[in-house]
């Protein structure tokens, strides 16, 4: 425990060495979770004077006594004119031991796009719960965003504790609520951690009202939990960004295929195939950003030079040629969506996944998912609406390698765009939403083969 | 390898990244993002230490190709002589194509006013982006990050600007995944924002990692100066000093590069990048807090000049 301490007054003078953790916090109005996220910011020395400042001299303009900590998260006029968080802010800070980057969701009507787009890039999601009220409706939907969004770590914090006399039983029974709610779901890891946002228990500093709780501080998860996925469960994928040709006079027959790795790992000699057109070759090179390296893994930005001289351009996918995602026109995937106007049957649209961009048409709604009600399905929905989650089979015009979710999360995750004025309009997750759904007749834990989710 | 692995015991496996690794293979994927699905993009280059990483990112990003983008520098007829020259000699040794909006050019006809307090970084805007019309520029990247300032913790890595480059807050896009939607009608512009997920200290602990040039100005030197609301300012034909502003010589350094009217110089020591990072990681302001005028006119400066077609 004095490690964290210790980290701490290292200060954000982090070494240079940390890795990053991309986390997003879930919590309705009065969970408390502005003062959460004050804490870790102030508590990790991540507010700066003229910002507190700047936050007092507001506080005092609008006629409140002490400093209104949410004028630190509400960046934007209207935001602070009417008292109200209109979107997803990024927030950074750091320890010693790692930086972070804090997509803060906020828990307001327009609430399910807001947390899926925070959750889409996250490796972590703190669910914050009240624990005078337990697990509510609210709850539920954050935790199946969670699933749905396929975040590795979910932290249940359950807050206020010092409202429930720091009650052992009390936390138990929502952690065991909790858990056993995420894990129909499919969601692989729950950590629960009792605390007072407020008081500052368990928050950065181990509570000395709780000694019944053996586990870390929610920072000391934070900065400890694995940011690394198990690249051995993961196909490698490499979607094609750009071809780089200088056709100078150094360089005369350079011929490179710039991207980022989106999952796996490629090595010098690899025998890969180039989707859609199929053909094979092997990995001749690989550069690492000017540099030659024998192998690269995600999420690394490189670029891989061929044996053969194929016709490859951006929007193909090189994927080893034992190990490639299916390619079809018939997409059926879990969607959420983002935008006010509705999404219809025969709607037509075009889909962009990894580097290529596609006209697509909307077949069929088969059904929509109710968060709020134990996933409960409604049948053949006439369309979509904002906020709304279903599923979608889209008819693609062209032939797409596309992994479900489950398998990677940026090969299997798509936009639907409205081809008239470029809106965003859907977000898309290739395959089933959940890992296990609900009502499912597999005994529980029956997933557990696959070793949770790999990305 | 030229890929730094962490300690695997620090990061639970040998793959992690370290944070640094992951910023740049992030800001690297934008920019080939927008070189495979734009016509015209260009680089706002100030010769401030965040453009410098720009540009840098986008020499790695493209090598052994060259950058495929001209720079855009507004010049406010205000900027440190030490900066504009470092300017033309990164332009020079990378053969780089620059572009100049001048504010002055405008001053001098007529299509500016000079503003009573003398500050000229407000004025920037129009000169961007008749520059942006007139070059039909769809993609401009911007050195912002999104820990600088409030407004711009909300702004996205891709910003669709309307025909009069206004950025309107309510009506942005959600972005997701790494899935970065650059649609736009003609006339609409993109601007884009490769650091927006760095802090200052990142921009620091990479320039000292990738060993790259700055303009001297960054490190501490001994330097006239005045004193004006509460920050050392450079005397200079822009305005400065007035009456009772009585000229010192300290020791000083930058910590942003921005119009001489508006950007304060701190008292440090830091004649080095590890002096440097030190300096910054003890310090109790942020870098706008500490240097730039022009966020404290209001609440919502910096929204407001946003929204305006400011970055």
């Given at each position: 425990m004095t490690s964290t301490t210790q980290s701490l007054g290292a200060?954000?003078?982090?070494?240079?060495q940390a890795t990053l953790l991309r986390f997003a916090t879930a919590g309705s109005v009065d969970d408390g979770k502005s003062t959460l996220v004050g804490r870790l910011l102030h508590d990790s020395k991540s507010v700066l004077t003229d910002q507190l400042e700047a936050v007092e001299r507001a506080s005092l303009t609008r006629g409140q006594e002490g400093p209104d900590l949410a004028l630190l998260t509400d960046g934007l006029r209207a935001e602070r004119e009417q008292g109200i968080t209109i979107d997803v802010a990024y927030r950074y800070f750091a320890t010693a031991r790692r930086r972070f980057i804090l997509a803060d969701t906020p828990g307001h009507v327009q609430y399910t796009r807001n947390m899926v787009t925070g959750a889409s890039t996250a490796e972590l999601a703190v669910v914050l719960v009240d624990a005078r009220n337990g697990v509510v409706e609210q709850t539920r939907r954050h935790a199946a965003v969670a699933a749905l969004l396929r975040v590795p770590h979910v932290v249940l914090a359950v807050n206020k504790m010092d409202l429930v006399d720091y009650a052992e039983p009390v936390f138990a029974a929502i952690a065991e609520e909790f858990t056993g709610y995420a894990a129909s779901m499919g969601v692989p890891d729950v950590t629960a951690i009792p605390i007072s946002a407020l008081a500052g228990d368990n928050v950065v500093e181990p509570s000395s009202h709780m000694d019944w709780y053996g586990g870390p501080t929610v920072l000391e998860h934070l900065e400890t939990?694995?940011?690394?996925?198990d690249l051995a469960g993961c196909p490698p994928r490499f979607p094609v960004q750009y071809v780089i040709r200088p056709q100078s006079a150094e360089h005369p027959d350079y011929r490179g295929y710039a991207g980022r790795i989106a999952s796996g790992m490629f090595r010098v000699g690899d025998a890969v195939t180039v989707l859609p057109s199929g053909r094979t070759t092997t990995v001749a090179g690989i550069d690492a950003l000017g540099e030659p390296v024998d192998s690269a893994w995600a999420p690394q930005s490189v670029t891989l030079l061929l044996a053969d001289d194929l016709d490859v351009s951006r929007g193909d996918l090189i994927a080893p040629a034992a190990d490639a995602p299916p390619i079809g026109q018939d997409v059926r995937a879990t969607v959420c969506h983002l935008h006010e106007r509705p999404l219809r049957i025969g709607e037509r649209v075009l889909l962009k996944h990894g580097t290529r961009t596609v006209k697509a048409l909307v077949?069929?709604?088969?059904y929509r998912i109710d968060l709020s009600h134990g996933l409960a399905h409604q049948d053949l929905p006439e369309r979509l609406e904002v906020n709304d989650i279903g599923t979608v089979v889209l008819r693609t015009a062209e032939p797409l390698p596309m992994d479900p979710y489950a398998v990677s999360r940026l090969t299997g995750s798509f936009l639907l765009i409205d081809p008239a004025d470029g809106a965003t309009l859907t977000a898309g997750m290739a395959g089933e939403a959940f890992a296990a759904p609900a009502g499912a007749q597999a005994p529980a834990g029956a997933g557990a083969d696959d070793g949770g989710w790999d990305f | 390898m030229t890929t730094t692995v962490a300690h695997p015991e620090a990061t639970g496996s040998p793959y992690a990244l370290t944070h640094l690794d992951a910023l740049e293979s992030e800001a690297v994927h934008i920019f080939r993002e927008v070189a495979g699905e734009f016509e015209r993009p260009v680089i706002l280059f100030s010769g401030g230490k965040d453009s410098i990483v720009m540009l840098h990112l986008a020499l790695k990003a493209f090598a052994p190709a060259p950058v495929p983008f001209a720079l855009l520098h507004v010049d406010t007829g205000h900027n440190f002589p030490e900066v504009l020259d470092f300017r033309d000699r990164t332009v020079a040794a990378h053969s780089l194509r620059l572009h100049v909006a001048k504010v002055q050019d405008y001053i001098d006809d007529g299509r500016l006013r000079e503003r009573p307090d003398g500050t000229r970084n407000p004025l920037q805007t129009v000169p961007l982006t008749d520059a942006i019309r007139e070059l039909r520029f769809d993609a401009v990247f911007g050195g912002g990050r999104r820990d600088e300032e409030k407004a711009r913790a909300k702004e996205r890595v891709f910003s669709l600007r309307d025909e009069f480059s206004q950025w309107d807050p309510r009506r942005q896009r959600p972005e997701l995944w790494s899935l970065y939607n650059g649609r736009h009608a003609p006339g609409e512009h993109v601007r884009v924002f490769p650091l927006s997920n760095w802090t200052e200290l990142d921009v620091w602990q990479y320039i000292a990692r990738e060993r790259i040039e700055l303009p001297r100005i960054y490190f501490a030197h001994e330097r006239e100066v005045f004193a004006r609301n509460g920050m050392w300012l450079t005397p200079g034909e822009?305005?400065?000093?007035?009456?009772?502003?009585p000229v010192q010589t300290r020791l000083v350094r930058y910590r942003t590069v921005g119009d001489m009217s508006c950007t304060g110089a701190v008292d440090s020591d830091a004649t080095t990048l590890e002096a440097v990072i030190a300096e910054i990681a003890a310090s109790r302001l942020t870098e706008r807090g500490a240097t730039r005028a022009d966020d404290k006119l209001s609440e919502a400066a910096m929204e407001d000049r946003k929204r305006e077609g400011y970055f």
């Open positions: 200060g954000p003078g982090a070494d240079a939990v694995p940011v690394s996925h077949k069929e709604l088969p | 822009w305005g400065g000093p007035r009456d009772g502003e």
